[in-house]
């Protein structure tokens, strides 16, 4: 049973002792296996812990209270923690937007659970708030990319304008075709 602490380490001695030799390959190959096997536990905890989380109603009640987190919350930030350095920061900036996003849902979710549980309005409401502003708290140490992936676009702006010109521009000559050069007189043998 992998876990994120004990691969962080193994990625980190890697990185640490990686070298152009023979030895410094097969580290490199073992980085990214320490990797790979990273990036797996960390979807799984994401989806153990937080995706289909079903929290009992203590549970909820007792994170409802100002000093308990709910445990999705936990979880994603337990993992975030441990992923950081096992990761490169591609790919860790992927999962931890997975991860939050997770995250978030089931924090909204819990929030609409206590509603239905009896609690007021205004408590459940706190409880949303108070869980999204312990997670963005925690998170942001990270450094975690939350921008848009880049998308390139074309610039259209000018098609309009044109293709206006060419319907009304007059017509061209056909262009002249170039006939083949004239053969080279032959000489009666």
């Given at each position: 049973?992998?876990?994120?602490?004990?691969?962080?380490?193994?990625?980190?001695?890697?990185?640490?002792?990686?070298?152009?030799?023979?030895?410094?390959?097969?580290?490199?190959?073992?980085?990214?296996?320490?990797?790979?096997?990273?990036?797996?536990?960390?979807?799984?905890?994401?989806?153990?812990?937080?995706?289909?989380?079903?929290?009992?109603?203590?549970?909820?009640?007792?994170?409802?209270?100002?000093?308990?987190?709910?445990?999705?919350?936990?979880?994603?930030?337990?993992?975030?923690?441990?992923?950081?350095?096992?990761?490169?920061?591609?790919?860790?900036?992927?999962?931890?937007?997975?991860?939050?996003?997770?995250?978030?849902?089931?924090?909204?979710?819990?929030?609409?659970?206590?509603?239905?549980?009896?609690?007021?309005?205004?408590?459940?409401?706190?409880?949303?708030?108070?869980?999204?502003?312990?997670?963005?708290?925690?998170?942001a140490p990270l450094g975690?990319?939350?921008?848009?992936?880049?998308?390139?676009?074309?610039?259209?702006?000018?098609?309009?304008?044109?293709?206006?010109?060419?319907?009304?521009?007059?017509?061209?000559?056909?262009?002249?075709?170039?006939?083949?050069?004239?053969?080279?007189?032959?000489?009666?043998?």
């Amino acid at each position: 049973d992998d876990d994120l602490a004990s691969l962080a380490a193994v990625v980190a001695k890697c990185k640490e002792h990686a070298g152009p030799d023979v030895v410094g390959t097969a580290l490199e190959r073992a980085r990214q296996d320490a990797q790979e096997r990273a990036v797996f536990c960390a979807l799984a905890n994401v989806r153990k812990a937080v995706e289909s989380n079903a929290a009992d109603d203590a549970e909820l009640e007792r994170a409802l209270r100002p000093r308990r987190w709910f445990p999705p919350l936990r979880a994603t930030l337990a993992t975030l923690a441990e992923l950081r350095g096992a990761v490169d920061d591609g790919v860790f900036d992927d999962l931890a937007r997975h991860a939050v996003t997770a995250c978030v849902r089931a924090v909204a979710a819990a929030k609409e659970r206590l509603s239905k549980l009896g609690a007021a309005p205004l408590d459940a409401q706190l409880f949303l708030v108070a869980h999204l502003l312990v997670l963005r708290e925690k998170v942001a140490p990270l450094g975690v990319r939350f921008g848009a992936v880049p998308v390139k676009t074309l610039d259209w702006s000018g098609a309009k304008h044109a293709v206006a010109k060419l319907r009304h521009a007059p017509p061209k000559a056909p262009p002249k075709t170039f006939a083949a050069p004239p053969a080279a007189p032959t000489r009666p043998a």
